[in-house]
């Protein structure tokens, strides 16, 4: 039976977020259990965009930091690195914005920018991963706890997606539009990584339009930490309200054998009022997501969710459509960009991107017609 720790973390205060890690991690057995001398530990935050912190869009650095005290002092080197959505640069300004250098500077761990690949291939289907993952000791998984317009959810599965460096994770949406072809992708993913622990940051998350700058902060006052992410996940899950095979991608993962998803067969050990958060705001259900690809079509076209350009918001930046998987999104020099509609396959990365929250989901004309709330 996986255990699944939570412990209670009101703030980001460092000394309160050193406390509560070493608590959280007590029930698994302490980093010593996971980290010896000369090893080489690779940090995985999610660094979505550079979004200021309030937003609660990224890993809050605070808790990468008393991680990596953690994996230093027990003689480990700490590594961090995350891809942010779009190209792969030297330097992701999310390092900055987000906290990571910051961190960098004051322990010496070092950043590391995911430029390199290696191919990997799985049920038939090829993978370029982040090398820096696949060549570290141990991979120590630590998400933030948020909703998310397409997947319902991003913890501990989905936020490994990030191993996929820069604009390489567009085939993978191109390839597996739908959310149970997307799902499998991320348990593929999963499969290759094999983190051995995750650590969540739900001190402040996202209810709402998450995952990026559209989301909503909410407080959850809480750190959780499994060997088993899909444990974790199903766990936090649970306690935002969602039924247990509502979340495809942890569901399907557990059906893989990649972890447990069944919450009732999942020990909670630490403090489960941590957990008590009362009602979270859902994103709205994108209910084409669950037809197979194939019904896809005009009928997908007019239930499914699309993305709506609020012209007003819009800076004209251009990173949407730099994200864009589909290139369904056409800049226009500093104004609002084009949307091509019938092109979209409705992954939202490009609302997750906006730095303006100027996308936003919108019904298909039929369940607009029909009042269908998907
Ligand atoms: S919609 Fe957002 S990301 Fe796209 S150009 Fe406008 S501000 Fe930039
Ligand atoms: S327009 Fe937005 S939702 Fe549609 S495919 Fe492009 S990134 Fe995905």
């Excluded at 959810?153 to 959310?179: D, M, Q, W």
């Excluded at 997750?352 to 929250?357: N, S, T």
Aim: contains cysteine; glycine residues 10%.
């Amino acid at each position: 039976m996986p255990i699944v720790s939570v412990v209670k973390c009101e703030a980001y205060d460092l000394d309160a977020v050193r406390q509560a890690v070493t608590a959280v991690l007590a029930p698994l057995g302490g980093m010593e259990r996971f980290v010896q001398p000369g090893m080489q530990v690779l940090l995985k935050p999610n660094l979505l965009s550079a979004t200021d912190l309030e937003r609660a869009v990224t890993t809050h650095p605070t808790v990468v930091e008393a991680v990596v005290e953690q994996v230093q002092a027990a003689g480990g080197t700490a590594l961090i690195g995350d891809s942010p959505a779009g190209p792969v640069v030297e330097q992701p300004p999310v390092w900055r914005v987000g906290g990571m250098a910051g961190v960098a500077e004051r322990t010496g761990a070092a950043l590391v920018a995911f430029d390199g690949v290696a191919w990997k291939r799985l049920n038939g289907h090829d993978y370029y991963i982040a090398r820096p993952v696949l060549e570290a000791d141990l991979v120590i998984n630590l998400p933030k706890l948020k909703t998310h317009i397409f997947a319902l959810y991003t913890g501990a599965v989905k936020n490994l997606f990030g191993v996929i460096p820069g604009t390489r994770k567009r085939e993978l949406h191109c390839r597996a539009p739908s959310l149970p072809e997307f799902s499998e992708v991320l348990g593929d993913v999963l499969a290759l990584v094999q983190p051995g622990l995750t650590l969540m940051d739900g001190v402040t998350g996202q209810e709402g339009h998450g995952p990026g700058p559209g989301g909503t902060p909410r407080r959850y006052d809480c750190l959780a930490a499994s060997t088993d992410g899909v444990a974790l996940d199903a766990v936090i899950t649970r306690a935002m309200g969602f039924r247990p095979s509502e979340v495809l991608h942890v569901t399907q993962a557990g059906a893989r054998g990649l972890g447990v998803s069944d919450p009732d067969v999942i020990r909670v050990e630490g403090d489960r009022r941590a957990l008590e958060w009362g009602a979270v705001d859902r994103p709205r259900f994108p209910f084409n997501f669950r037809l197979p690809t194939w019904i896809g079509g005009w009928m997908g076209r007019a239930v499914q969710l699309r993305p709506q350009l609020d012209e007003a918001e819009c800076a004209g930046c251009g990173r949407c459509a730099e994200v864009c998987p589909a290139e369904a999104i056409h800049p226009l020099d500093g104004k609002p960009p084009q949307f091509d509609l019938d092109a979209c396959i409705g992954c939202f990365c490009c609302a997750e991107i906006c730095p303006r929250a100027a996308i936003r989901p919108r019904r298909g004309l039929l369940a607009r017609l029909l009042g269908v709330d998907v």
